[in-house]
């Protein structure tokens, strides 16, 4: 891409003149329906939340450290990344599944595997077990990570798409909240159920799914690409229509996911994991689906999220009921800001959201470097103060897109038969990224201390410059002209006027020209 900021060209989707404006989420009982069942899909986030925010919590309670004969340097590192090296296992997998056997089927896989996992976790009765029983929660959660947001964002209603599928990654944060004030409340526990109980609880979003997931409807794309299209409107219609399978928003939207499917399979032929690198359009969106994953575990968050309390250490801070106390109030912050990012994906912008947010962290971080720094040198106990403050500032801004976009960007840049192994990608350099965290930055921090924060310094600034340059503005767009709009303006334009010509409705060019949001004050849905 050349120099300077890259946007599309139109902030507003064609089928504004579409939409019902007297349907509401809180108004209309098949979308409350609809989004109680995207809510169980959610909360797969929260697993993987609770995840990281149980192991946070467990490095500070000595009934843990104790037990697994205080784990330190590598052994420390192993505990923390093996789920991710489980994670790696399933990738290769995980694609297939979603796309051959459907999202719901996938999900289900998943959920059933990290309950056998976690009952081994609770039971674990040494390093061995307990290391044993997080690979395979990495391996399930890879297979219900996978499937979730991208069923999320494929029944959602088109004005929900953007902050419901932002909302799943922020949901991240409801799991580290519970897993930071259950560890904080066994605290007490003089024996290993202060371990044992936050390690139970964690299998409760699954028990969920299992039991409920085959009430949730499959994904109309997904149904469309197996040829079961009868299904896939009647889907539609129920959920966005009231069961009116000829209501104009339905007709076109069907016809928009059949002809995009049609286009991928054969204009433009993403089919198998050579498309993802074999057209320029291809390549864009890799290269920042790539650097999103990067940017989203390297940007010193890492720092806080597995290691907060070696972070307390160096700055003097070490009373485990302190560190579990600043650890539970940091995870309810970092909900609050991202659900209030998520709210806004489509209002703001995703350019704008994300260069707030990275000028924000090296601004805060910088800061957090300095007062780290004065504590090591002067051993100043307002330093320490500034330290944490600058912590919970560099989250707020870190959440303001790092936290509601890095997944709903990466789903909805992907074409749908991309989707899968393009959203695979990305999980799997996630998993890359934190098995380099996990452990090197034990090891740098024990090594540099402070010093270590000023890496993360200077690669905040790359991102900066990187996301100024290659993010495109999606904003009120449907999935399928978001997805074209690295292939070209004349791929979406000839994607939306096949589906308004198959569905005999108007495309209003006008409406994509616009800027805007979605328009729901049009009472009169325009018909060709």
């Avoid at 997931?213 to 690409?225: G, Q, T, Y």
């Avoid at 290691?307 to 309810?332: A, C, E, R, S």
């Avoid at 601004?363 to 504590?375: D, I």
């Avoid at 070209?488 to 096949?498: D, K, L, N, S």
Wanted: glycine share 8%; hydrophobic share 45%; with cysteine.
């Amino acid at each position: 891409m050349g120099g300077g900021a890259v946007a599309s060209t139109g902030n507003t989707a064609a089928i504004g003149h579409l939409i019902d404006p007297r349907r509401k989420w809180y108004n209309n009982r098949r979308l409350i329906s609809l989004n109680a069942w995207i809510v169980l899909l959610l909360i797969t986030s929260s697993t993987n939340g609770y995840d990281g925010s149980m192991m946070n919590g467990l490095q500070s309670l000595t009934q843990w450290k104790g037990y697994f004969n205080n784990p330190t340097g590598g052994k420390l590192g192993l505990l923390n990344a093996i789920q991710n090296i489980g994670s790696l296992a399933a990738y290769p997998i995980s694609p297939y599944l979603s796309d051959g056997l459907g999202r719901r089927p996938t999900i289900f896989i998943g959920a059933v595997i990290m309950c056998l996992a976690t009952v081994i976790q609770t039971a674990s009765q040494s390093v061995g077990m307990f290391i044993g029983a997080r690979f395979l929660i990495g391996f399930g959660l890879t297979f219900a990570a996978n499937a979730a947001p991208m069923l999320v964002t494929e029944i959602s209603y088109p004005t929900y798409r953007a902050p419901l599928t932002s909302t799943y990654n922020s949901l991240w944060y409801s799991g580290a909240i519970i897993a930071a004030w259950t560890t904080f409340g066994t605290f007490k526990l003089n024996n290993t159920w202060a371990w044992r109980v936050p390690s139970a609880i964690q299998a409760l979003p699954s028990v969920l799914q299992v039991c409920l997931i085959w009430f949730c409807p499959e994904s109309p794309r997904f149904l469309i690409s197996k040829g079961k299209e009868a299904a896939a409107l009647k889907t539609l219609a129920y959920y966005h229509a009231d069961g009116n399978d000829q209501d104009p928003l339905v007709r076109y939207e069907f016809e928009e996911i059949k002809a995009a499917i049609e286009f991928d399979r054969t204009v433009a032929a993403n089919v198998g994991w050579k498309a993802l690198f074999s057209t320029p359009g291809n390549r864009k969106r890799m290269r920042i689906i790539v650097a999103l994953a990067f940017f989203s575990q390297w940007s010193g968050n890492g720092l806080v999220s597995y290691y907060l309390n070696k972070v307390f250490d160096t700055i003097g801070i070490t009373d485990p009921t302190i560190q579990l106390l600043i650890n539970g109030i940091l995870q309810i912050w970092n909900l609050f800001w991202a659900l209030l990012a998520s709210s806004l994906v489509d209002r703001l912008g995703r350019r704008l959201l994300f260069m707030t947010s990275v000028i924000g962290m090296i601004v805060f971080f910088t800061l957090q470097t300095v007062c780290s720094a004065l504590f090591a040198q002067r051993g100043s106990d307002q330093a320490a103060h500034a330290v944490i403050a600058f912590i919970f500032l560099f989250y707020a801004s870190y959440d303001l897109a790092f936290t509601p976009l890095i997944v709903s960007y990466t789903v909805e840049i992907l074409p749908y038969q991309l989707r899968a192994k393009g959203f695979t990608i990305f999980n799997f350099t996630i998993s890359l990224a934190l098995i380099f965290n996990q452990y090197v930055n034990p090891i740098a921090l024990d090594h540099l201390g402070w010093k270590y924060y000023i890496v993360y310094v200077c690669w905040l600034a790359f991102e900066a410059v990187f996301l100024w340059f290659y993010v495109i503005e999606t904003k009120n767009r449907t999935l399928e002209e978001t997805a074209a709009l690295f292939d070209g303006a004349e791929v979406t334009e000839q994607i939306a006027e096949q589906a308004a010509h198959q569905a005999h409705v108007a495309h209003d060019v006008s409406d994509e020209k616009s800027s805007g949001s979605f328009h729901e004050n049009t009472p009169g849905l325009n018909k060709a």
